[in-house]
């Protein structure tokens, strides 16, 4: 307890230090986990978990999990959110913006060069081939997704049947992403509330870890946490004049015909939508990038989250892309790779500030309700959903990659895309397979399936046997 006396000390002194852990040490240490986070938010938090509870013992377990449950209940990257949160505890404001900025900052700076290097070269020779290697291992990733999420979710029929329902109803009928979410948070909430042991899933991210008594922040409610209701006020409006104050700059000096007006509006609507994190919050893009506004064609949404899949970060950073090629098409003015450029960083700023609002506004309100029924059961349903909507997310790029053609299929409620079987492509389905196969039966690690499946596409092009924009 010394340790943590004197840290206490510290801050209550106004030294910028938590707990006996200096921001220079955080922030190394922060570096660190932003720099090795690749393989999705699964990988990402299990990374933190290590380092965090088992090496650094800076939370424990039972309140990292805690962290984890109040984010996974949050629109947006689940993984960035823990980070601010982990940092917020120990360092206050200034510890949640460095956690939470330093976790998106070398994805942001990767994707913005591949951005640039696909919108440049995409479309010649090897550039291509890779990409189209890389969409193969995307599929099985996804799948692989669903795989690990369900059986960690779906312990029970209730929870089966919800993620059948989500499923369903997204795929079939094109119903809207956030409804499906709204709906299955308002079943688990009440059953949960009502105490049914069919809302009482537990997650699990980790075993072990530091006991409560070994963590330097203990199971003690820190100062800054408690909850003061002018304070959170002041939280809510600053963060949103930060959020906000560009969206409506752009709003009023270009208009809302403007695409960078249109990329503010809905990535800043994305970021109050997309629950459930970023495999789902990409199937709410894809319905609305490819299919409504046709800012890129199904292809190039594969190609984007394979740069989100072998770059550090949150695999939401996919959305850099979508907005660097949005803007990159429709440059007004501009220089194509400028307007580009501009639009890309305008993603991450409206994507990722809110981020911020969420946990500094919810989060001492969240650190009061721990061990709550009714948040539990919310969370244990919105999980089961998210794997339905998945599922659809692994069928919808299964269709674009190995066919090159589709058909729609409308009529008594039913909306959804009909592959034609004549337009399948082999080879796309040969590395498809492959990847799958290796994930699932030979254990091949993410970046292993990634490397082996962007080879293979770029030897298929040398031999000729695909063509340079692959799908």
Same mark, same amino acid.
């Given at each position: 307890?010394?340790?943590?006396?004197?840290?206490?000390?510290?801050?209550?002194?106004?030294?910028?230090?938590?707990?006996?852990v200096s921001l220079g040490e955080?922030?190394?240490?922060?570096?660190?986990?932003?720099?090795?986070?690749?393989?999705? !938010?699964?990988?990402?938090?299990?990374?933190?978990?290590?380092?965090?509870? /088992?090496? &650094?013992?800076?939370?424990?377990?039972?309140?990292?999990?805690?962290?984890?449950?109040?984010?996974?209940?949050?629109?947006?990257?689940?993984?960035?959110? %823990?980070?601010?949160?982990?940092?917020?505890?120990?360092?206050?404001?200034?510890?949640?913006?460095?956690?939470?900025?330093?976790?998106?900052?070398?994805? =942001?700076?990767?994707?913005?060069?591949?951005?640039?290097?696909?919108?440049?070269?995409?479309?010649?020779?090897?550039?291509?081939?890779?990409?189209?290697?890389?969409?193969?291992?995307?599929?099985?990733?996804?799948?692989?997704?669903?795989?690990?999420?369900?059986?960690?979710?779906?312990?029970?029929?209730?929870?089966?049947?919800?993620?059948?329902? =989500?499923?369903?109803?997204?795929?079939?009928?094109?119903?809207?992403?956030?409804?499906?979410?709204?709906?299955?948070?308002?079943?688990?909430?009440?059953?949960?509330?009502?105490?049914?042991?069919?809302?009482?899933?537990?997650?699990?991210?980790?075993?072990?870890?530091?006991?409560?008594?070994?963590?330097?922040?203990?199971?003690?409610?820190?100062?800054?946490?408690?909850? @003061?209701?002018?304070?959170?006020? &002041?939280?809510?409006?600053?963060?949103?004049?930060?959020?906000?104050?560009?969206?409506?700059?752009?709003?009023?000096?270009?208009?809302? =015909?403007?695409?960078?007006?249109?990329?503010?509006?809905?990535?800043?609507?994305?970021?109050?939508?997309?629950?459930?994190?970023?495999?789902?919050?990409?199937?709410?893009? @894809?319905?609305?990038?490819?299919?409504?506004?046709?800012?890129?064609?199904?292809?190039?949404?594969?190609?984007? %989250?394979?740069?989100? $899949?072998?770059?550090?970060?949150?695999?939401?950073?996919?959305?850099?892309?979508?907005?660097?090629?949005?803007?990159?098409?429709?440059?007004?003015?501009? !220089?194509?790779?400028?307007?580009?450029?501009?639009?890309?960083?305008?993603?991450?700023?409206?994507?990722?500030?809110?981020?911020?609002? *969420?946990?500094?506004?919810?989060?001492?309100?969240? $650190?009061?309700?721990?061990?709550?029924k009714a948040l539990t059961g =919310?969370?244990?349903?919105?999980?089961?959903?998210?794997?339905?909507?998945?599922?659809?997310?692994?069928? *919808?790029?299964?269709?674009?990659?190995?066919?090159?053609?589709?058909?729609?299929?409308?009529?008594?409620?039913?909306?959804? /895309?009909?592959?034609?079987?004549?337009?399948?492509?082999?080879?796309?389905?040969?590395?498809?397979?492959?990847?799958?196969?290796?994930?699932?039966?030979?254990?091949?690690?993410? %970046?292993?399936?990634?490397?082996?499946?962007?080879?293979?596409?770029?030897?298929?092009?040398?031999?000729?046997?695909?063509?340079?924009?692959?799908?």
């Amino acid at each position: 307890m010394t340790e943590l006396t004197r840290g206490i000390a510290a801050a209550e002194a106004g030294h910028k230090s938590g707990h006996g852990v200096s921001l220079g040490e955080a922030f190394r240490v922060w570096s660190r986990i932003a720099l090795l986070s690749f393989g999705g !938010p699964a990988g990402q938090i299990a990374l933190m978990h290590r380092v965090l509870v /088992d090496e &650094k013992k800076w939370v424990s377990d039972s309140r990292f999990l805690h962290a984890l449950n109040y984010c996974m209940l949050l629109p947006g990257p689940e993984a960035q959110q %823990l980070a601010t949160y982990i940092g917020w505890l120990m360092h206050r404001t200034p510890g949640g913006i460095m956690a939470g900025g330093l976790f998106v900052l070398p994805g =942001a700076v990767a994707i913005m060069f591949l951005s640039i290097v696909y919108a440049a070269f995409g479309k010649v020779g090897i550039v291509a081939a890779l990409f189209f290697g890389l969409k193969a291992a995307v599929l099985a990733i996804v799948s692989q997704a669903v795989q690990r999420i369900g059986k960690k979710a779906l312990k029970n029929r209730v929870m089966q049947g919800l993620a059948a329902a =989500a499923f369903v109803a997204i795929f079939f009928f094109d119903v809207a992403f956030p409804l499906i979410i709204l709906a299955a948070g308002v079943i688990g909430f009440f059953g949960g509330r009502a105490g049914l042991a069919a809302f009482a899933v537990g997650g699990g991210h980790g075993t072990g870890g530091a006991a409560a008594g070994e963590s330097l922040l203990g199971e003690e409610t820190p100062d800054h946490a408690k909850i @003061a209701v002018g304070h959170s006020l &002041k939280i809510a409006a600053i963060w949103l004049v930060v959020w906000l104050a560009p969206v409506a700059a752009l709003l009023f000096f270009l208009g809302g =015909a403007n695409i960078f007006s249109q990329i503010a509006l809905f990535f800043s609507k994305m970021a109050v939508v997309t629950f459930g994190g970023a495999y789902a919050a990409l199937a709410y893009v @894809a319905q609305r990038a490819v299919d409504d506004f046709h800012w890129l064609r199904p292809g190039e949404m594969l190609d984007g %989250l394979g740069m989100a $899949e072998t770059t550090p970060g949150p695999l939401i950073m996919v959305l850099q892309f979508v907005g660097f090629m949005a803007a990159y098409r429709s440059p007004g003015a501009w !220089p194509p790779l400028l307007a580009g450029a501009a639009g890309g960083l305008l993603t991450v700023w409206v994507t990722f500030t809110p981020c911020f609002l *969420w946990i500094f506004l919810g989060a001492p309100y969240i $650190e009061q309700l721990r061990g709550n029924k009714a948040l539990t059961g =919310a969370l244990s349903a919105i999980t089961a959903a998210v794997v339905g909507v998945i599922l659809n997310l692994a069928v *919808w790029f299964a269709i674009h990659t190995i066919f090159r053609q589709t058909i729609p299929a409308q009529g008594f409620g039913f909306s959804f /895309d009909v592959p034609v079987i004549a337009s399948m492509d082999p080879w796309a389905l040969l590395l498809s397979v492959g990847a799958v196969v290796a994930i699932f039966r030979f254990r091949a690690s993410l %970046l292993q399936t990634l490397a082996a499946s962007a080879a293979a596409g770029v030897a298929l092009h040398a031999l000729g046997l695909v063509a340079a924009g692959g799908n």
